[in-house]
Structure formats: C-alpha cells, structure tokens
C-alpha cells in the first residue's frame, strides 16, 4: 500500500538553522501534502505538492517531490522555537474522498 | 478562516460503553474523514462519507463503528461498544470538490476508555 515514511524520526536544531525532513511512499501518487502537529494538538495543513509538480515553497516552507525516487522533503528556513512540533507527510490518489496515508512523523525540536 | 470543529475535546468511557463523537466540517465542503491516532503512532484513515454514504473505509473501521451526517452541519462517528484499544485522539477532516483535495482536519477528540 501506499505509504509514507519520513526521516528522520527526530531532528534536534539550534534556532536560526534550517530543517530538512525526508518522506518516502511506495506506490504512484496524485498529490503529497504535508502537516504539522504541535503536541497532542491537531493536525495543521502545510503545503500540497501535485505529482507534476518538482518543488513549491510557501514563506519558509521549501517542498520538493521526486516521483522518480518516490520521496518528497520538506526544508524549513531560519527555524524558530515555534516550529518545533512533528511533521507529516501524507499521500493521496488524489481523487476526493480517498483517504490520506500518513507516514509516522519527523519530530522536530528547535532550542533558543 | 473557516474551520472544522470536533466536540468534546476529551471523553472517558467505559469498556463497552457508546461512544459519539461530533465534527462540524467547513460549511461548503462535501467530503468528511474521520482519522484516529493511537499515542506516538501515524495517523490512521477510518472512513470517508460522501453525499450521505460511506466512500471508503478502512480495515479498522469494522461494524462497531458506524458514520452519520443526522443534518446539515454535523458529522458524526459512533463507536457502538467500546475496547481499550479505542483509546486515540479522533480526528474530522473535510474537503470540497475534486480540485481541492487538501483535507482540512479539526483539532481532535482525545478519547480514553477504560
């Protein structure tokens, strides 16, 4: 099945440096989107990326998606304490009214 | 900005009691989700419901789980008996039409059964 796996599980950064989270999935997919979630909270909307797409940005949010490799990266610029949370990404056929297929996150901890 | 709304926000319950648990998706949007995320783990698909009936389900979302729009606004997701292994944070999600596919997620019913 499809599928979304990031790595790496859990990122450690100073604030100020950039973040880079990886998903991987291993079927054909119409869209890859991306969310964060600050602990036990819901879970918010980042970015879409359609499959004929090869990079989209959004303020500090760089997206890229290698349909080739079947990975996609989420890359954070000049991280800010507040960007500490976990990230997802989540897969889709893209017809609506399919389920997302979530990968398992990427924590993200940025200190002061 | 318009939101999705999920109530309550917490809910204990007793192993094999009912559970109900209530979204209201973003007004104009016509395709709903329920998710579920069991503590430390990925987010799992339940069900998707459109123009009142089930589109898809998952292998979790077995005959003890039931979906129901009762009017215009709610949506909601029923457990009929509940188990321990019930206990996750719930999530709504909502969409419109084909062209926008980004799912729009409420922030959650936390339920513990016990």
């Known amino acids: 099945s499809q599928q979304g796996e990031e790595d790496p599980q859990a990122l450690s950064i100073q604030e100020g440096e950039n973040a880079t989270m990886n998903c991987s999935y291993k079927?054909?997919?119409?869209?890859l989107q991306w969310y964060r979630q600050n602990s036990g909270r819901g879970l918010v909307h980042l970015i879409l990326i359609r499959s004929n797409e090869r990079e989209k940005h959004s303020g500090r949010l760089r997206v890229t998606l290698d349909t080739s490799k079947k990975s996609s990266s989420l890359l954070i610029t000049a991280s800010r304490a507040a960007d500490t949370a976990s990230y997802f990404c989540?897969?889709?056929?893209?017809?609506?009214?399919?389920?997302?297929?979530f990968g398992k996150g990427t924590t993200l901890s940025v200190s002061s | 900005e318009p939101e999705v709304t999920q109530t309550p926000s917490h809910q204990v319950t007793q192993m094999g009691q009912e559970v109900i648990l209530r979204c209201v998706p973003i007004?104009?949007?016509?395709?709903f989700y329920w998710y579920r995320q069991i503590l430390g783990q990925k987010v799992e698909f339940l069900v998707s419901f459109y123009n009142n009936e089930i589109s898809e389900k998952s292998e979790i979302f077995d005959d003890q789980f039931s979906v129901e729009r009762p009017d215009g606004s709610n949506f909601t997701l029923k457990i009929r008996s509940t188990k321990l292994e019930d206990s996750a944070m719930y999530f709504c999600a909502s969409n419109g039409l084909a062209a926008q596919e980004t799912q729009y997620f409420g922030p959650g019913t936390r339920l513990l059964v016990l």
């Open positions: 989540a897969t889709d056929m893209g017809q609506a009214g399919t389920a997302l297929i």
């Open positions: 007004s104009n949007h016509l395709y």
């Open positions: 079927t054909s997919i119409n869209n």
